[in-house]
């Protein structure tokens, strides 16, 4: 299983939007609708933003939205501000009773 | 307050072993399954191994590069989870973190982390 691919850094400014993908396979992303995106801040543990591709936690505020077309799942992020600033991680099930992840985006909120 | 907490990490020699614990408070624990996870110094993050409730026999699963070397337990009566790493590598130092779960067979999300327990694999 190779890691899903996911830019290595995004940015924007205060109150604009952005999109961080996950590129898999169709034995991943593609193949099942269990896909779930960490939020990291420096330090810290991971924090679940979404889940089941699309599905978001109480307490997570609605800016934060997944979605998914074939093998890439989506997050967007809307109205930035300053504290989404961090590190997000997207999580696949990849079959066989086993999870992969992507390397990692690095959020600028310029 | 859902809580998990990670001991018994810390510095120990390639090839030999080292067990965390995961204690939990503020929920069933034998209703949940826990998933442990690991991130390598300046490094993504990894998943390790699940193991499920007793009512799916407390089976579990791992990932490929630590299938055979390291193994999960749970006492549901003291709400502990370890996980039991062998034959250790340098590149198995990371920062581990224990989770709850969601699923039964499948057990593909966490929702609850903890703070995470550092081993440093080295000579």
């Known amino acids: 299983q190779s890691a899903l691919t996911q830019p290595r850094s995004v940015s924007g400014s205060p109150g604009q939007s952005v999109t961080i993908s996950c590129t898999g396979t169709?034995?991943?992303?593609?193949?099942?609708?269990?896909v779930t995106w960490y939020q990291q801040h420096p330090g810290k543990a991971p924090k679940r933003m979404i889940y089941?591709?699309?599905k978001r936690p109480s307490g997570v505020p609605d800016r934060f939205s997944g979605s998914k077309s074939g093998n890439t799942a989506s997050l967007t992020i809307s109205g930035l501000q300053a504290e989404d600033e961090g590190d997000y991680y997207c999580?696949?099930?990849?079959?066989?009773?086993?999870?992969?992840f992507g390397g990692g985006t690095k959020l600028t909120v310029l | 307050e859902v809580q998990v907490v990670e001991s018994g990490g810390g510095l120990v020699q390639p090839g030999r072993s080292l067990r965390l614990s995961c204690t939990a408070s503020?929920?069933?624990?034998?209703?949940?399954?826990i998933s442990w996870f690991r991130q390598a110094p300046g490094k993504g993050l990894e998943w390790v191994g699940f193991?499920?409730?007793?009512?799916?026999?407390?089976?579990?699963e791992f990932a490929a590069s630590v299938k055979g070397r390291f193994s999960l337990s749970r006492d549901d009566s003291e709400r502990i989870a370890y996980l039991q790493m062998n034959t250790l590598k340098t590149e198995d130092t990371a920062v581990y973190y224990c989770?709850?779960?969601?699923?039964?067979?499948?057990?593909?999300?966490?929702?609850?982390w903890g703070q995470g327990a550092l081993v440093t694999v080295s000579s």
């Open positions: 089941d591709v699309s």
């Open positions: 169709s034995s991943d992303v593609g193949g099942y609708n269990y």
């Open positions: 999580c696949s099930y990849a079959g066989s009773y086993t999870l992969i």
């Open positions: 193991i499920r409730v007793k009512a799916y026999g407390e089976s579990t």
């Open positions: 503020g929920f069933t624990f034998g209703d949940y399954p």
């Open positions: 989770t709850r779960a969601l699923g039964t067979m499948i057990v593909a999300v966490s929702d609850y």
